[in-house]
């Protein structure tokens, strides 16, 4: 998965939140995921959140007047008002039946991986202690630790071992951080 940056305008915002909106239904007084994306196959990843913008969904609303309230900063948004909305690749085709979206123009697109870009979120600047904690009788974490070692030009870490993990480079593996154990 990359992301893509569409502009979108406040009428194409509240098509897309109204088909998020069909994800949800009721039954028995409870709000449920909608049967159509729960069997026979859970299709859960059709379902987006928005930040930086307020919305309340109204799942008793019939499909499409699900929306009852869309504001950003307490402002009301209005149809004729543009947005940049970032989706996934996926999302951005119109994944989903997400049509809206595939016909908004893309303003850009991020060629980095999701799973690239969230290891460098995570690893961004912050520095952590971590604590090696059980690695010595544990072949399987062991043998994780040291090809990391041997990737990184590290010394192999063993029970007790303390070290501050620098930001996670390109093309680093993330299995070693768990390896490691928790902090």
């Not at 009721?26 to 995921?33: K, L, P």
């Not at 008002?81 to 999302?91: A, S």
């Not at 690695?135 to 870490?157: K, M, P, Q």
């Amino acid at each position: 998965n990359t992301l893509v940056v569409k502009k979108v305008t406040g009428r194409i915002l509240r098509e897309y939140l109204e088909k998020n909106a069909e994800f949800w239904s009721q039954a028995g007084g409870r709000i449920i995921v909608s049967p159509q994306y729960d069997y026979p196959t859970p299709m859960h990843f059709n379902y987006d959140m928005a930040d930086g913008i307020e919305y309340t969904i109204k799942v008793s609303n019939d499909p499409g007047e699900r929306i009852v309230s869309l504001t950003r900063n307490g402002e009301e948004i209005t149809d004729d008002m543009e947005f940049t909305l970032c989706v996934n690749n996926y999302r951005a085709g119109g994944g989903g039946n997400f049509n809206m979206i595939k016909d908004a123009p893309t303003v850009k697109e991020i060629q980095t991986g999701m799973v690239e870009l969230i290891a460098l979120v995570i690893g961004g600047k912050r520095q952590t202690v971590q604590r090696v904690i059980a690695l010595a009788s544990d072949d399987c974490a062991g043998s994780l630790v040291e090809l990391h070692a041997h990737r990184s030009r590290d010394r192999i870490l063993r029970r007790g071992d303390e070290r501050i993990e620098r930001p996670l480079e390109r093309g680093e593996p993330l299995a070693v951080i768990h390896a490691l154990g928790p902090l």
